[in-house]
Nanobody, 123 residues
């Protein structure tokens, strides 16, 4: 069972950038596909991005495509989310999650979740 801890959230002005990190422990990180999800106040949690075991495949929500980049460093047991050109509507708690096998945009497929990190984008 892998444990996940997110970091890197904070307050940023619109147009700015942040890089989120998610450190994994307690499992074979390279065996898990990883995903980032977010939940804004009063809204359902939604898919942001996912990456396959070997970084060969990445997927993005349309709302972040071209602005966010997901990557992973298996040697460091870490997955990243580089967020550029941030908008106020990106304000949310961001969660990383892991799943066995291939990537998915469905949060129900992910078995392990971090505690989340707050990202706030001011206008």
């Amino acid at each position: 069972q892998v444990q996940l801890v997110e970091s890197g959230g904070g307050l940023v002005h619109a147009g700015g950038s942040l890089r989120l990190s998610c450190a994994a422990s307690g499992g074979s990180f390279s065996r898990y596909a990883m995903g980032w999800f977010r939940q804004a106040p009063g809204k359902e949690r939604e898919f942001v991005a996912s990456i396959s075991l070997s970084s060969g495949s990445t997927y993005y929500a349309d709302s972040v495509k071209g602005r966010f980049t997901i990557s992973r460093a298996n040697a460091k047991n870490t997955v990243y989310l580089q967020m550029n050109s941030l908008k106020p509507e990106d304000t949310a708690v961001y969660y990383c999650a892991s799943k066995s096998g291939g990537t998915s945009a469905s949060q129900s497929m992910y078995g392990n979740w971090g505690q989340g990190t707050q990202v706030t984008v001011s206008s």
